[in-house]
């Protein structure tokens, strides 16, 4: 049986189900490629999305190769005074994201959600002795197309003593609105 969603989670009810598509990444230092992706939204009843996401190379055929990454999280939302930052000029916190990566980090975002988009910030990246020396990311998730049938992303990352560049992008599609 389905969980009724919890009604502070409104304001994200739009990324929610199962989306698949293809996106493109690269790095310095690191060979441009391909991949699928499948990025699920859940909600169990409770104040906070469930997220997770897997991706593949694309192999040359066009089919899905090896398996590239994957991250795991929770989205939740941020109300009332909470929302609001110290500095009036600076814009609400609508939502506080916590992802954790296979690579040995975990990062914890801020963001605000204006209408079908939603714009993330690292607050704190920490990582395990061996992890990946990640060090900052910003994320841009958004809905479009006639009837905002395309979720896109594109994901910033300082790591290994870079700046903060383009590492990937990706246009999905909603193949699973149950959530």
């Given at each position: 049986?389905?969980?009724?969603?919890?009604?502070?989670?409104?304001?994200?009810?739009?990324?929610?189900?199962?989306?698949?598509?293809?996106?493109?990444?690269?790095?310095?230092?690191?060979?441009?490629f391909?991949?699928?992706?499948?990025?699920?939204?859940?909600?169990?009843?409770?104040?906070?999305?469930?997220y997770?996401?897997?991706?593949?190379?694309?192999?040359?055929?066009?089919?899905?190769?090896?398996?590239?990454?994957?991250?795991?999280?929770?989205?939740?939302?941020?109300?009332?005074?909470?929302?609001?930052?110290?500095?009036?000029?600076q814009?609400?916190?609508?939502?506080e994201?916590?992802?954790?990566?296979?690579?040995?980090?975990?990062?914890?975002?801020?963001?605000?959600?204006?209408?079908?988009?939603?714009e993330?910030?690292?607050?704190?990246?920490?990582?395990t002795?061996?992890?990946?020396?990640?060090?900052?990311s910003?994320?841009?998730?958004?809905?479009?197309?006639?009837?905002?049938?395309?979720?896109?992303?594109?994901?910033?990352?300082?790591?290994?003593?870079?700046?903060?560049?383009?590492?990937?992008s990706?246009?999905?599609?909603?193949?699973?609105?149950?959530s």
């Open positions: 049986m389905q969980s009724e969603m919890h009604p502070e989670l409104a304001k994200l009810s739009f990324l929610l189900g199962r989306w698949e598509g293809l996106g493109v990444a690269g790095y310095p230092d690191t060979e441009e391909q991949f699928t992706q499948v990025i699920e939204f859940t909600h169990d009843g409770h104040p906070h999305l469930n997770r996401s897997q991706v593949w190379r694309v192999n040359e055929d066009g089919s899905r190769g090896e398996p590239v990454t994957s991250e795991s999280g929770y989205w939740r939302v941020r109300t009332g005074k909470a929302a609001q930052q110290e500095d009036p000029d814009p609400p916190i609508h939502v994201v916590l992802i954790s990566h296979p690579e040995g980090y975990s990062e914890v975002y801020l963001g605000t959600v204006f209408a079908h988009r939603v993330l910030h690292t607050d704190v990246v920490v990582r002795e061996t992890g990946l020396p990640a060090a900052a910003h994320r841009l998730y958004g809905l479009f197309g006639d009837n905002r049938e395309t979720l896109g992303y594109a994901w910033d990352l300082a790591a290994n003593s870079k700046e903060l560049q383009p590492y990937m990706a246009q999905l599609q909603r193949v699973d609105r149950k």
